[in-house]
C-alpha cells in the first residue's frame, strides 16, 4: 500500500505561483511514477505532468514553460511548483502514483487563482 498526502493549494493572484508537494508513505519504495492532475469544477480529471522514479517528465500542454514537477527521493516527496498561473488553472489538484501493478490517488488540494 502507498498512501499519498498533497498540500500547498491556496489562493494565488493571476501571474502568481504555488508550489504543491506530495508526500509518500507506506511502500513508497516501489513507486515506478508519480504525478499531479486536476479536476475543474464540471470538467474532467486530467493529467497535469508525470515523473518516474528515473527523472523523465512529461506535462500536459496548457502547462508547458509554467509548471515544473520533480521527486525528492530522500523525502518520497514530489513536488509541483507552478509559475504564471492562470485563472484557468484554477481546479483540485490530486497526486498519483503507480506502484506494485497499482494506482493511487490522494485526496487533492483545491488551487484557486483569482483577482
Known amino acids: 500500500q502507498v498512501q499519498l498526502v498533497e498540500s500547498g493549494g491556496g489562493l494565488v493572484q493571476p501571474g502568481g505561483s504555488l508550489r504543491l508537494a506530495c508526500a509518500a508513505s507506506g511502500r513508497a519504495s516501489s513507486i515506478n511514477y508519480m504525478g499531479w492532475y486536476r479536476q475543474a469544477q464540471g470538467k474532467q480529471r486530467e493529467s497535469v505532468a508525470l515523473?518516474?522514479?528515473?527523472?523523465?517528465?512529461n506535462y500536459a500542454d496548457s502547462v508547458k514553460g509554467r509548471f515544473t514537477i520533480s521527486w525528492d527521493n530522500a523525502k518520497n516527496t514530489v513536488y509541483l511548483q507552478m509559475n504564471s498561473l492562470k485563472p484557468e488553472d484554477t481546479a483540485a489538484y490530486f497526486c498519483n502514483a503507480f506502484a506494485h501493478m497499482m494506482t493511487y490517488w490522494g485526496k487533492g488540494t483545491l488551487v484557486t487563482v483569482t483577482s
Open positions: 515523473i518516474t522514479n528515473g527523472g523523465n517528465t
